[in-house]
């Protein structure tokens, strides 16, 4: 009995492999809503792909920010979005406090960016910070 399902196991599979196919991707990770995330969510977002944005000072950045964020101060956004990525960019936000990065959010939104995620504040990181 154990050697008929072997058999039959192995006539399945043998035409996949044979014609060079290869496995499916693993299942891309769970959707997450756009809104407020919490540290570890916004890693998840950054190592999928999501572009990090700190909008705090020049200064404030130089004193230790999320590993690969690039800094637009949130009052300077409206004329450098375009340093994001196009409006369909997944965005994740954050500042010292989480004023600042929900004001940069609600200008990239009405700049068309849908895909926004506000981790609030750069604490909430749960990795060491890069300076």
Known sequence: MKSLIVAALVALVSPALALGATPAPPAAAPAVKPGKVDGATARSLA????RVVDVRTPDEFASGHVPGAINIPYDQLPGRAAEIGPPSTA??????SGRRSGIAA???QKAGYTKLYDMQVVTAWPDPLAK
């Open 106 to 108: 609600e200008a990239l």
């Open 47 to 50: 190592q999928a792909g999501a």
């Open 91 to 96: 965005v994740v936000l954050y500042c010292r």
